[in-house]
Nanobody, 127 residues
Framework: QVQLVESGGGLVQAGGSLRLSCAAS????????MGWFRQAPGNEREFVSG????????YYVDFVKGRFTISRDNAKNTLYLQMNSLKPEDTAIYYC????????????????????WGQGTQVTVSS
């Protein structure tokens, strides 16, 4: 089992940047596929970005492509999301998630594919 703790959220003006971190417990972080999701008030939790267990494969949804960068440091058991050029519509609670036994370097997009979740970190972008 792995425990995930997000940090790095906060209040930022439009056009600004934030870097989210997701610290994982346990010795098997490097074997998990990882993802970032977000949930705005009144909306469903949606997929934002994913990364394969080794970090060689990444994916971004269109509305963050070119602005967000996902990465991982398996030696530090940490997942990151660098968010640049933030927009008010990026305001949401951001969650990291881990998938056990991913197949190859696959990226997983569905909430149901993930086995573990963090508690979330609030990101608020003011206009």
């Amino acid at each position: 089992q792995v425990q995930l703790v997000e940090s790095g959220g906060g209040l930022v003006q439009a056009g600004g940047s934030l870097r989210l971190s997701c610290a994982a417990s346990g010795r098997t972080f490097s074997s998990y596929g990882m993802g970032w999701f977000r949930q705005a008030p009144g909306n469903e939790r949606e997929f934002v970005s994913g990364i394969s267990w080794g970090g060689g494969n990444t994916y971004y949804v269109d509305f963050v492509k070119g602005r967000f960068t996902i990465s991982r440091d398996n030696a530090k058991n940490t997942l990151y999301l660098q968010m640049n050029s933030l927009k008010p519509e990026d305001t949401a609670i951001y969650y990291c998630a881990a998938k056990r036994r991913p197949y190859g370097s696959n990226i997983y997009y569905s909430r149901g594919d993930y086995d573990y979740w963090g508690q979330g970190t609030q990101v608020t972008v003011s206009s």
